[in-house]
Each structure stands twice: as structure tokens, then as C-alpha cells.
Nanobody
Framework: QVTLVESGGGLVQSGGSLTLSCAVS????????MGWYRQAPGKQRQQVAV???????YYDSSLKGRFTLNVDNAKNTVGLQMLSLKPEDTATYFC???????????WGQGTQVTVSS
């Protein structure tokens, strides 16, 4: 069984910053890609940033420059540093991982980020 555990969400004022963390544990898995998605109330889940192991990191174009993905391959963790937060960044943020060998996708339980104006 594979588990993704997120931490670091919370309430922050507009212009503030937050860092989310996610740790992947369990077995069996070999990470192909991992990253973060978010979902605001009434909206579809949106890809925020994804890193392909040994490859590139992809950001939503509207977020690049404010959000930075940090991957630690040795520890199977992924962090999301978020700067200059805006009220429209308010959402539930989900950690995501795709397994290399089986192509399965795994999700964390979600962590709430609320940005007040």
C-alpha cells in the first residue's frame, strides 16, 4: 500500500507565503513523476506543478514564478513553496504521484490553503 501524507496548509494573508510538504511511503512503488494539484470550490482539479524523475518540471503557466517545486528523490518527498499568495490561490492542494512500473496514480488526502484578502 502506498500512502501520500501532506502537511503545511493553513490560513495566510494575501502576499504571504506557505510551503507544503508531501512524503510518499509504503510499497511497492517506483516514482515516475510527482507533484501537486489543487481544487477550488466549484472548479475542476488543476495541475499546479509536476516533476518527472530524471526529466523536467512543469508548472501551470499562471503560477510559474510564484510557486516552486522541490523534490527530494532520496527521501521520496516533494515540497511546494508558494510566494506572493493571492486570494485566488485558495484551494485544497493535493499531492500526486505516478508509479513507474504499474502506471498507477496515487493521491494525498489534501491540505487546505486559504488566502485572505
Amino acid at each position: 500500500q502506498v500512502t501520500l501524507v501532506e502537511s503545511g496548509g493553513g490560513l495566510v494573508q494575501s502576499g504571504g507565503s506557505l510551503t507544503l510538504s508531501c512524503a510518499v511511503s509504503g510499497s511497492p512503488f517506483v516514482i515516475y513523476a510527482m507533484g501537486w494539484y489543487r481544487q477550488a470550490p466549484g472548479k475542476q482539479r488543476q495541475q499546479v506543478a509536476v516533476s518527472v524523475r530524471g526529466g523536467s518540471t512543469y508548472y501551470d503557466s499562471s503560477l510559474k514564478g510564484r510557486f516552486t517545486l522541490n523534490v527530494d528523490n532520496a527521501k521520496n518527498t516533494v515540497g511546494l513553496q508558494m510566494l506572493s499568495l493571492k486570494p485566488e490561490d485558495t484551494a485544497t492542494y493535493f499531492c500526486w504521484m505516478e508509479d513507474r512500473d504499474y502506471g498507477r496514480e496515487y493521491w494525498g488526502q489534501g491540505t487546505q490553503v486559504t488566502v485572505s484578502s
